[in-house]
């Protein structure tokens, strides 16, 4: 895991624990920058840690998160999120995808994982989210981020890009491996800018 914030401070967040022979995870984007947007990814974090403490379905836990992130919204920011629940034992995967960047499913090749087009969190306090699931094999992964990582910007203000990002994920590779090696082709990228 792997979290570099392009100002002091920003809205990116991630989380993952391991209860009941489950594992919770999740990563999201705020929209905005800087202090406002560090502030709402606080009450998310805890948010999900609060309501995934008593609830295992990821379409409940994103339905609570969101009722209460949109109810009390002033900043009329806006989160998008993703959360899966996994069983260690089946790799059965349920998740919830509350329009985030889709992860990238490794396995014999790479995919996007197929997500529902839920809206983001805070934006429609009754918005019905829809649940999906799919089941891992072994050595399958999946690899989530945030735009941060596709819109990062070399001298040229090309954007790295979900092509480079899959260039760089096309080798087999255990977890660290994956994060050393991103991280090293946007260093690369990104050169000074």
Not at 14 to 21: L, N, P, S, V
Not at 106 to 119: F, Q, S
Not at 129 to 137: A, G, I, K
């Amino acid at each position: 895991d792997l979290i570099i914030p392009a100002k002091e401070v920003g809205g990116d967040l991630y989380d993952y624990y391991i209860r009941d022979g489950l594992l919770f995870f999740c990563i999201g984007d705020v929209s905005g920058k800087g202090v406002p947007a560090a502030m709402v990814m606080t009450v998310t974090h805890t948010l999900f840690r609060a309501v995934s403490s008593h609830e295992t379905s990821p379409a409940r836990i994103v339905s609570v998160m969101n009722t209460s992130l949109a109810q009390s919204n002033e900043s009329e920011m806006f989160v998008t999120f993703f959360i899966g629940v996994l069983n260690l034992a089946s790799g059965h995967l349920q998740y919830c995808n509350a329009g985030h960047n889709p992860p990238l499913w490794l396995a014999d090749g790479i995919k996007k994982l197929p997500v529902e087009p839920n809206l983001p969190l805070g934006v429609e306090d009754e918005f019905s989210f829809q649940e999906q699931e799919v089941c891992l094999r072994y050595d399958d992964a999946l690899f989530l981020y945030t735009d941060g990582l596709t819109e990062a910007e070399n001298a040229s203000a090309q954007l790295f890009g979900e092509e480079r990002v899959q260039e760089v994920l096309h080798k087999r590779r255990n977890s660290m491996e994956h994060l050393k090696a991103m991280e090293e082709a946007v260093d690369q990228f990104v050169g000074e800018a």
